[in-house]
């Protein structure tokens, strides 16, 4: 799928009022065109629940209700699903949207309002709302669309390959024409991806997680990313550290709504400086010793050098190797602060969350 610029909404939905006239087919069960309709012999319908945070994102929020309500299953048969969102604004002003959409929606949809600020508190109530029923659990975030085929690649892929957890692709979105160096650089997009192949980190904007193996461990999202994030990062890597197992799904696509705030040099050195201290605090978590850190240390002086000659190198190599270049050297910086402990409080209450 290529790059897109959204001159117009993602969804052609995207843009109906919560007062204006539903779409007829949405609020009713399609006929089973594909004949997988009902379960396999011996095999029970699979309960899934969809779950998204959300936060001052109303129009984000109708989008992604739009395309849920598009899902469509052909390589599985279609599951029990239940969508979860979780408002973690200071009031709970998502309720009217969810309200509107429940007719909408051929599943039900639950709502809870985690007064409780920042990405953690907004996880793992995702989580803890979801069904006990639930066998997985669809993560997905509130600036995104699934592609129809999204859930059913998903889990296709997950029972193909006896996996605890799967990514899909990222594409972005530009809600206006971005920089020359926006596309080439792929800061803002993840894969492409082959079915089945192994991943050693997820993120929770696109991942399907086995609420089996998650509740037999009783895993929860770490507070210490609360503002910071990389809590998925965090979660994930002592997941698979266990041995579960995690692939991904080439289809499985999810469209993220880039805003013109993320597409400047300013945005790209702050995202990457804060990835390096996230990964330097796991590390410090997970290996503590100073062994550990000299390598950390090492590495992000490295990738600070190999940052220092991409930059050098836009003279003859143009823009994009100056921000591929910023990009290493802060991520590097980044590395270097997070052995000391500094945080960059990314997602700390108050900091915008602009649909434009």
Not at 54 to 80: H, N, W
Not at 150 to 173: I, Q
Not at 278 to 302: E, F, H
Not at 328 to 355: F, H, K, N, Q
Request: glycine share 8%; net charge neutral; with cysteine.
């Amino acid at each position: 799928m290529s790059l897109a610029v959204l001159d117009q909404p993602i969804a052609e939905t995207a843009t109906r009022s919560t007062e204006g006239a539903a779409e007829p087919s949405l609020g009713k069960p399609r006929p089973d065109e594909s004949g997988l309709d009902a379960p396999r012999p011996g095999k029970p319908r699979l309960r899934v629940a969809i779950a998204a945070p959300t936060v001052d994102r109303p129009d984000g929020l109708r989008r992604l209700l739009d395309g849920l309500a598009k899902l469509t299953f052909v390589r599985v048969p279609e599951p029990e699903i239940t969508v979860v969102i979780i408002d973690n604004g200071p009031t709970p002003a998502a309720a009217p949207i969810v309200d509107a959409y429940r007719p909408l929606l051929r599943w039900p949809i639950v709502y809870h309002h985690e007064p409780r600020r920042g990405l953690v508190h907004a996880r793992n109530a995702q989580l803890e709302t979801a069904p006990v029923t639930a066998d997985w659990l669809a993560m997905i975030d509130d600036d995104e669309v699934p592609v129809p085929e999204w859930l059913d690649s998903l889990l296709a892929v997950a029972e193909t390959h006896d996996a605890d957890f799967v990514a899909g692709p990222v594409v972005p979105a530009f809600v206006e024409a971005p920089p020359k160096w926006a596309g080439p650089s792929r800061f803002f997009e993840a894969g492409p991806y082959s079915d089945g192949a192994p991943i050693t980190y997820l993120y929770t904007g696109n991942a399907l997680v086995s609420l089996k193996a998650v509740r037999a461990a009783g895993w929860r999202f770490e507070m210490a990313f609360n503002h910071s994030g990389g809590e998925d990062e965090h979660f994930f890597a002592r997941a698979l550290e266990t041995g579960l197992k995690a692939v991904t799904a080439a289809d499985a696509t999810v469209i993220e709504t880039i805003p013109p705030s993320r597409t400047t040099t300013g945005w790209v050195m702050r995202r990457y400086f804060r990835m390096g201290t996230t990964v330097a605090a796991i590390d410090r978590m997970r290996d503590p010793s100073l062994s550990k850190a000299v390598r950390r240390g090492a590495l992000g002086c490295a990738r600070m050098l190999v940052g220092l000659l991409t930059m050098a190198s836009a003279v003859t190599r143009g823009e994009l190797a100056l921000v591929k270049g910023m990009s290493d050297l802060a991520r590097g910086a980044g590395s270097l602060a997070g052995l000391v402990g500094v945080r960059y409080s990314e997602y700390r209450p108050g900091t915008t969350t602009s649909e434009t």
